[in-house]
C-alpha cells in the first residue's frame, strides 16, 4: 500500500513557473512507476507525465519542452517542474503510482495506475 499526498499547486500567471511535489509513504518507494495526471473541470483525467523507478521518464506532447518529472528515491518523492505555464495547463494535478517489476517500466495509462493522491490546484490566469 502506498499513500500520497501532493502540494505546491496555486494560483499563478501565464508564463509562470510552478513545482509540484508528490510525497509518498511506505518503504518500497523505489520499486513504483510513478505519473502526474490532470483533470480540468467536466474533462477526463489526462496524462501529463511518468517516470520508472530507476529515472526514466515521458511527458505528453502538450507540455513537452515546458514539464519536467523527477523522482528521489532516497526522499519518497516525485515532482513536476512545469515552466511557461498556460491558462490551459490549469486542472486539478494528481500524482499516481503502480508497483512494476522492472526498472525500466513507465506507465501512462491511468488504469494501471492503483494509488492516487488527493490533488492539488493549478491555476493559471492569463
Known amino acids: 500500500q502506498v499513500q500520497l499526498v501532493e502540494s505546491g499547486g496555486g494560483l499563478v500567471q501565464a508564463g509562470d513557473s510552478l513545482r509540484l511535489s508528490c510525497a509518498a509513504s511506505g518503504r518500497t518507494f523505489s520499486t513504483y512507476a510513478m505519473g502526474w495526471f490532470r483533470q480540468a473541470p467536466g474533462k477526463e483525467r489526462d496524462f501529463v507525465a511518468a517516470?520508472?523507478?530507476?529515472?526514466?521518464?515521458y511527458c505528453a506532447d502538450s507540455v513537452k519542452g515546458r514539464f519536467t518529472i523527477s523522482r528521489d528515491n532516497a526522499k519518497n518523492t516525485v515532482y513536476l517542474q512545469m515552466n511557461s505555464l498556460k491558462p490551459d495547463d490549469t486542472a486539478v494535478y494528481y500524482c499516481a503510482a503502480v508497483f512494476v517489476r522492472f526498472s525500466s517500466q513507465i506507465k501512462t495509462d491511468k488504469s494501471e495506475y492503483p494509488y492516487w493522491g488527493q490533488g492539488t490546484q493549478v491555476t493559471v490566469s492569463s
Open positions: 517516470i520508472s523507478w530507476s529515472g526514466g521518464n
